[in-house]
């Protein structure tokens, strides 16, 4: 279970940054009017959506001036940004989620010669010609005795 979690980081770990940067960029355009509006719409306890809808258009469309008045509703925008951060990192664990590998075996390479060390299989195989096994293993076509190949797999053809 360990080498999902490992795998699903891995994969994601590039992407953690756009997922910051994109954080930032709604928090200001689309938090702060949030707040401002949400500050507007609430008269005396009772909370307005028209006034919510409206003023939250109107915050987006004119940012520099919601962001001018920030000192005003930085209470609600705290409260709405702690909500929008919740929602946030759901929304990125699930991705994160779906990157997981299926099996321990995902991104492995098939059929690589790492099972061998300093040269040893060049005493059958070769480095230069022949049939290709893998990188830089070549199976050769001179070679006395047996010479047989068994391919498994399938070929793909796009």
Same mark, same amino acid.
């Given at each position: 279970?360990?080498?999902?979690?490992?795998?699903?980081?891995r994969k994601s770990k590039k992407y953690f940054i756009i997922y910051a940067v994109l954080w930032l960029i709604l928090s200001i355009v689309l938090v702060a009017p949030m707040a401002y509006a949400t500050q507007h719409s609430t008269v005396?306890? %009772?909370?307005?959506?028209?006034?919510?809808? =409206?003023?939250? =258009?109107?915050?987006? %469309?004119?940012?520099?001036?919601?962001?001018?008045?920030?000192?005003?509703? +930085?209470?609600?925008?705290?409260?709405?940004?702690?909500?929008?951060?919740?929602?946030?990192? @759901?929304? @990125? +664990?699930?991705?994160? =989620?779906?990157?997981?590998?299926? *099996?321990?075996?995902?991104?492995?390479?098939?059929?690589?010669?790492?099972?061998?060390?300093?040269?040893?299989?060049?005493?059958?195989? #070769? *480095?230069?010609?022949?049939?290709?096994? =893998?990188? #830089? *293993?070549?199976?050769?076509?001179?070679?006395?005795?047996?010479?047989? @190949?068994? @391919?498994?797999?399938?070929?793909?053809?796009?």
């Amino acid at each position: 279970m360990n080498y999902k979690l490992q795998g699903a980081i891995r994969k994601s770990k590039k992407y953690f940054i756009i997922y910051a940067v994109l954080w930032l960029i709604l928090s200001i355009v689309l938090v702060a009017p949030m707040a401002y509006a949400t500050q507007h719409s609430t008269v005396n306890g %009772a909370f307005n959506i028209g006034t919510f809808i =409206a003023e939250s =258009a109107g915050g987006i %469309a004119s940012l520099g001036k919601t962001l001018s008045e920030f000192p005003n509703y +930085i209470g609600s925008f705290f409260d709405v940004l702690f909500k929008f951060t919740i929602f946030y990192l @759901v929304f @990125v +664990i699930i991705g994160i =989620a779906k990157a997981r590998p299926k *099996n321990e075996y995902t991104d492995i390479e098939h059929g690589s010669s790492d099972w061998c060390k300093n040269g040893e299989q060049y005493r059958i195989l #070769d *480095n230069k010609k022949g049939i290709i096994l =893998a990188q #830089d *293993n070549y199976l050769p076509v001179d070679k006395r005795g047996n010479v047989n @190949v068994l @391919v498994v797999g399938r070929f793909r053809f796009w």
